[in-house]
């Protein structure tokens, strides 16, 4: 009588199928962590893109008054009012020449609402640049003085920016909601009263 040793070629297949299952299993994983850090990445990215414009207003010396018209009072009435920079034709696709006059330090020539269109440009051109199909929103706010500060992206790559949260007026084109039964993509919310 002949005894085998070793593994018969039925062990080997069966050890070969459970490594690719666990195998499988780790580049699921590997791809969840990079969506998730990905994501983790564009959170505080709008969060700095918020502050960001807050820093601005305040630079400027801004104060939000709803029932005025405009709806903002700065130096010389400067509108930070904005519905959705990837459409105002104020910031859509606009960049900032070398040669304009808030961009060069000390320039005599820049005034509050210069620099209000500045700002909101240069804001407008670092969320696109940082968050996809990402657009902003500046919206007054009820109370005196206060401004609403919101910022939102395609965060699950569908290629249309959703939500399931209540637009302010004024963000009418900010995004669309969202269907039921789809994902629907953040929006950060700030409050500013400079």
């Keep these: 009588m002949k005894t085998h040793t070793g593994f018969t070629l039925i062990e080997v297949l069966i050890a070969m199928l459970v490594l690719a ?26 969060t700095q893109l918020l502050y960001d414009i807050a820093d601005r207003m305040r630079a400027n010396n801004c104060k939000a008054t709803p029932t005025a018209t405009p709806p ?3 130096l010389t009435a400067a509108n930070y009012i904005i519905a959705n920079t990837s459409t105002d034709s ?12 808030c961009k060069t330090a000390g320039s005599a020539t820049c005034n ?10 240069e ?14 929103c500046i919206a007054a706010g009820n109370g005196a003085g206060i ?3 919101y910022i939102t992206w395609d965060d699950d790559r ?3 920016v959703t939500t399931d949260v209540a637009i302010p007026n004024g963000c009418d084109t900010f995004t669309a909601t969202a269907a039921s039964g789809t994902t629907a993509d953040p929006v950060f919310t700030m409050s500013l009263q400079p």
């Excluded at 104020?90 to 040669?99: I, P």
């Excluded at 509050?112 to 440009?121: Q, W």
């Design 21 to 46: 299952i666990g195998l499988l299993g780790l580049a699921a994983l590997q791809t969840y962590t990079l969506r998730s850090n990905l994501a983790a990445y564009n959170h505080g990215q709008a």
């Design 72 to 74: 903002v009072t700065c």
């Design 90 to 101: 104020r910031t859509a696709g606009v960049t900032v020449s070398s040669s304009h006059a």
């Design 112 to 121: 509050a609402t210069l620099l209000s269109t500045y700002d909101l440009i």
């Design 123 to 136: 804001w407008n051109n670092a969320i696109a640049a940082t968050l996809p199909m990402g657009r902003g």
């Design 147 to 149: 401004f609403n500060l």
């Design 158 to 160: 569908s290629g249309v």
